[in-house]
């Protein structure tokens, strides 16, 4: 049996139904047979619909690509420690969140949908407009004021409407789900179609350490979209019997807000309101994730850990990829970050992505290669 599935009350609906949540307000997961067959796998394209059977989208015709995915994984060398790099700025979009565009926005083809509404601090919305620009569906992506001129520009271009909302990034939640009760809510949080296109982060991980796992995968977290997605692509494929475990799962925030630490540290069942302020790693200023139970139950089930790094240990990582020859965004270097500053976190095997591409965020690098 497939489709969708109340992560609260338990009640079922359609795969087809365009709903974002339940009637019962709880979020909505997707239940589906992931199936992988590595023979047909290793001859397709290297993009992340090779894993074509584990994706729920009926249809072929309804699939909204750039050929995105298998994205390269280097190992690098920071000083103790084996780390490997996924390069996941390198997408079309100049971010990972193309992978759960790519997916959500083919369903929303699918389902004859015409037009899509997104919040995001910026990532997100490029990737939901380039797609929709694709798939010739209006789209229009609402952001907190303080977003970085690139993504404003970049969603522009894709032919998105744009609305810059005052105040916090939960204002300009709240103004979305307003926006949501008459169009399709293209959401990265609570649209459960979009972990569905980034677990093929995990499949890739997996293809590229040779059909393993790694011991540990380090990611930055504010909504958990890319470490909720990582969760339940290695969970397929413990299920299928093609791994024997799930990664240690670590969940890095910014200091300056870190309301999923406080949940772990604390040893809470629930995300604590807390007091949040700025940080230069702007995609992880989540301060009320939804998801937020289900990313520390994962952190937990995995043996993981959720730690948190401060602005002047993300400029020093972020200077150091920069002398390695990689140029990410502030948000991205977070992972790097917390591996160099916990040794705790450097045994064995670790993966990290890099999120976002440097060039999203010229003014802020400017400003720290100027400290640098
Ligand atoms: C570059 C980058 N890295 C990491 C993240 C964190 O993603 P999430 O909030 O889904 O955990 C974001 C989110 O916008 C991002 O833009
Ligand atoms: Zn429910």
Known sequence: MSGLLCGTCGAPYPMEDPRWRCDCGGLLDIRFQARFDKRKIVRRKPTMWRYREAIPIENDASIVSFDEGMTPMIPVDLGPGEL???????????????????????????????????????????????????AGIRCEILVPESTSPGKLAQIRFYGAALRRVPGSREDTASAAMSAAETTY????????????????????????????????????????TLLIGSYIGFRELREAGLVDRIPRHVAVQAENCAPLLAMFRGGLHAVPTIESRETIAEGVAIAAPVRGKEIVDIVRRTGGEVVAVDDAQVEKALLLLGRKGLYVEPTSALPVAAFLEYPSLRSGVVVAPLTGHGLKATGKMQKIASNG
């Open 84 to 134: 490997l790099l996924k390069l996941e700025q390198l997408f079309t979009t100049g971010s990972y969140k193309d992978r759960g565009a790519a997916v959500l926005v083919s369903k929303a083809k699918e389902l004859g949908i015409e037009r899509v509404v997104e919040d995001s601090s910026g990532n997100a919305g490029c990737a939901i407009a380039a797609y929709a620009a694709k």
């Open 185 to 224: 809510y293209a959401s990265h949080s609570w649209n459960p179609f979009f972990f569905q296109g980034t677990k093929t982060f995990a499949y890739e991980v997996w293809e590229q350490m040779e059909f393993r796992a790694p011991d540990a995968i380090l990611l930055p977290a504010g909504n958990g």
